[in-house]
Each structure stands twice: as C-alpha cells, then as structure tokens.
C-alpha cells in the first residue's frame, strides 16, 4: 500500500504532466469523401491534420515533431 507521501508525489506529477502538455483545439473539422480533417489550434498556429495526426497531437506530441506545417490563412 503506498503511503500519504507518495500518492501525493504521484498526484502533483501529474498536475504538472497536464499542465506542461501542449492543448489541442479543434477549431473546424470536414467529412468529404470518408476522409476525416480537422483544423486544429496548436500554441496560437494553426494546423490541417488527419484523425491520425490529431491522435498523435492529443498524446502529446508536437506539431514540429510531426513536421506539420501551419495551414494557410482562408
């Protein structure tokens, strides 16, 4: 059984996992032809991504790491 101390430990670290991850805003999002888009708003740039991509951004990684380039303005 883990004592008060460390389940606090646990707790705050993962306080502050969320707090370090990057947020992921699904700001629009198209069906056409069974292909699934999503424009997504990622640190204030803006992003096209697939249903994959927009796993992945929601796990964790960043738009850089899935060399992603900024979508452009409409």
């Not at 990622?42 to 992003?47: I, L, N, R």
């Not at 990684?61 to 452009?72: I, R, V």
Request: charged share 30%; proline share 4%; glycine share 6%.
């Amino acid at each position: 059984m883990a004592s008060p101390v460390a389940r606090e430990k646990s707790r705050r670290a993962a306080v502050k996992k969320a707090l370090d991850r990057h947020k992921v805003y699904v700001t629009a999002q198209s069906f056409s032809g069974g292909t699934y888009q999503a424009r997504v708003l990622v640190d204030g740039e803006a992003y096209w991504v697939d249903e994959f991509r927009l796993s992945q951004l929601r796990q964790g990684l960043t738009p850089a790491e899935l060399e992603l380039t900024p979508a452009a303005d409409d």
